[in-house]
């Protein structure tokens, strides 16, 4: 088999926006993080050792033998990241149920349906912020090691939502993809030359080199409209509940 280098990315870094208002404090704090000199995280639970992570998908110490990354998405704080090795989604909708407004805390949940086994845990995440939460039927709290299936899973230092995960499948929230979104990035993935797919380090930004949310993670209906909070004139299909299961609706439809 061959020797498939794994994705090697620089330490985190917060990308605060021109309009940041943070406490500098706060800033001070992410600077000593960056030099080393933060350890707070260093007792907390490790599972390396745990059978449920060599298992899609998280898949720890298995093969990349033909793995190539083509997107990496990553909570708000960078300590949990995953890989994906396809290109699209199997579907991509949008979820205006209130579950999903409530967990995301947000109008409604964009999600990208991938099978399991197109997924890993990236290389440079740490396992031990991986939070689980099991949010349909008997609710089991937010814990450290897996809940029953579904679940939820998250970063538990950020608490930023990273998929729901089924028995082979997982629904992922592309807002938290890595891709480029102002002109400034743009110029900088020249610069880097970042040329394709699954190379060292790549996020899947560098290989596309534009600006703008990819066309391959666009949402391609709507579910669970008659529920939602704000009308969205996108002219995508519109199902009062699931897609098929239920009857389509007008934009403007009560």
């Known amino acids: 088999m061959s020797d498939v280098p794994g994705t090697v990315r620089p330490a985190t870094k917060r ?3 021109e309009q940041d208002h943070s406490k500098a404090s706060t800033k001070a704090a992410e600077a000593s993080r960056e030099n080393g000199s ?4 260093a007792n907390e639970d490790k599972h390396e050792d745990d059978d449920w992570l060599k298992e899609p998908p998280f898949s720890v110490g298995k093969s990349k033998d033909g793995w190539e990354t083509k997107w990496r998405e990553s909570c708000w704080c960078g300590k949990v990241a995953f890989v994906y090795n396809a290109e699209k989604p199997l579907q991509s909708k949008i979820c205006h149920c209130e579950d999903c407004q409530r ?3 947000a109008p409604y949940q964009h999600s990208c349906i991938f099978k399991k086994d197109m997924v890993r845990l990236d290389d440079d995440a740490s396992s031990k912020w991986l939070g689980f939460l099991s949010a349909h039927g008997e ?3 937010l814990s450290s090691t897996p809940t029953p299936l579904p679940r939820k899973v998250s970063c538990r230092a950020c608490g930023s939502p990273l998929f729901d995960e089924g028995r082979n499948m997982i629904m992922a929230f592309p807002p938290a993809f890595e891709w480029i979104r102002t002109h400034k990035e743009v110029e900088q ?3 880097e030359d970042k040329g394709h797919h699954g190379s060292e380090g790549d996020s899947g930004k560098g290989a596309r080199k534009q600006q703008g949310f990819p066309d391959e993670l666009k949402a391609q209906c709507h579910i669970f409209y008659e529920r939602r909070c704000v ?4 002219g995508l299909p519109k199902w009062r509940g699931h897609k098929e ?10």
Do not use: T
Request: hydrophobic share 25%; charged share 50%; no cysteine.
């Open 231 to 234: 009308d969205i004139k996108d």
């Open 245 to 254: 299961d239920s009857e389509l609706m007008g934009e403007d439809e009560k």
């Open 15 to 17: 990308v605060r926006s």
């Open 103 to 105: 967990l995301h805390g």
């Open 139 to 141: 609710v089991h709290p």
């Open 189 to 191: 993935a020249k610069k």
């Open 38 to 41: 933060d350890h707070e995280d």
